[in-house]
């Protein structure tokens, strides 16, 4: 069974940046998908990258800020974000999806644990 594990979350001030990693147990061709969930809100999808790295799709407030890409001989999935704002705190879920992207959380059948991300002054 794949497990995920999130890291790299934390505290950062506005305007800055944070890098959160996303480890298989297993080498997978999976497609992984990263969402975020704020207190009170639904899941919502945020990235998501294929097996090889070389297709990625990202949720229009994340574009431009948000960078996704995956390293398969570290069995790591990366999410870069840069220029950080107060409503982009939340707790970070990387998920496994057998075939193509979706923005769908419930078509997702592995996700880790999350990671906390606070944006604050």
């Known amino acids: 069974q794949l497990q995920l594990v999130e890291s790299g979350g934390g505290l950062v001030q506005p305007g800055g940046s944070l890098t959160l990693s996303c480890e298989a147990s297993?080498?997978?061709?999976?497609?992984i998908g990263w969402f975020r969930q704020a207190p009170g809100k639904q899941r919502e999808g945020i990235s998501c990258?294929?097996?090889?790295?070389?297709?990625?799709t990202y949720s229009d407030s994340m574009k431009g800020r948000f960078t996704v890409s995956r390293d398969n001989d570290r069995k790591t999935v990366y999410l870069q974000m840069n220029n950080l704002k107060i409503e982009d705190t939340a707790v970070y879920y990387c998920?496994?999806?057998?075939?193509?992207?979706?923005?769908?959380?419930?078509?997702?059948?592995?996700w880790g644990q999350g990671t906390q991300v606070t944006v604050s002054s």
């Open positions: 297993r080498f997978t061709l999976d497609y």
């Open positions: 990258i294929n097996f090889s790295g070389t297709w990625t």
């Open positions: 998920a496994r999806r057998g075939s193509s992207c979706s923005r769908k959380p419930n078509e997702y059948n592995v």
